[in-house]
């Protein structure tokens, strides 16, 4: 079996107040997916916790400093992203997390795929701050984990709800790091316009395909095979990345774009399938958002079966 899932119970111990959104549940539905997947005969393994170099890559030393002064108390960030006093731990493993799956698609066969199921998300926190629920930029830095590692190009493709703001910004001025988001707009964080395609060195490396609210897989998914499949293709990249995040789902509270289940499995199988043609089919996803319980555990697993 080509899929590895990377997992840890310990990504329950990331407190939020009581009502957010981002809860301690959400880790229980991702331990159950895991749990399923080795009854079911696929290996799961667990995360190494990301060191501060591995953070420095895309992280300013303030930043990393800024949550690291959280430890060991509860704090706000901002109206939207808390701390406990695990967070900073707990972050650190979900970024480690992504390293792990980076380290065996790499060193596995061809066609070698991981799914990393984390909390806290991470593709809204920036280089020198946290936001939108997100501590550290989970697939940045495991993006450039890779590129340190000698992968020469490396694909991202967001396909949360909201606009993968901090991923952006990470590599917008950085032409070996391709980034993808199709997005509800305008809608949170307010980022992610079509004109936004990089700049200097990067400019043309970056590709927002902006929704309106209301849109379902169809659309999606035409937009899909006209902007990004040729896109990804031209780029050529080593390695591909997926921010997996299941907020687009019509059952969940925090959008409005109308994906279903069925819709995620076969986007995440385009995906699959361009990343066999263009970096023999080595992939990482990584998860974002997904809010409702249900939705999420069904699309997780809908992305298992054609992941295998």
Known sequence: MPLVVVSSKRFVDHVTPAGHPERPERAGVLQAVAASFKEQGGEVIDPRAATDEDLLRVHTQEHVDAIVATRGRATML???TFTSPDSDDIARLAAGAVLTGVDRVLDGPAGSRALVL??????HAEADRAMGFCLYSNIAIGAAYARSRGCARVAIVDYDVHHGNGTQWIFYEDPTVLFVSSHQYPFYPGTGAASEKGRGAGLGYTLNLPLDAGAKDDEIERKYA?????AVRAFKPNLMMISAGF???EMDPLGQLRMTTEGFGRLTK???DLANEVCSGRVVLVTEGGYDLKALS???KAVIDVCR
């Open 78 to 80: 901002d109206p939207d």
């Open 118 to 123: 984390v909390r806290p998300p991470g593709h």
């Open 226 to 230: 006209e902007q990004v499949i040729p």
């Open 247 to 249: 907020d687009a789902h």
């Open 270 to 272: 385009t995906l699959i």
């Open 298 to 300: 069904d699309s997780l």
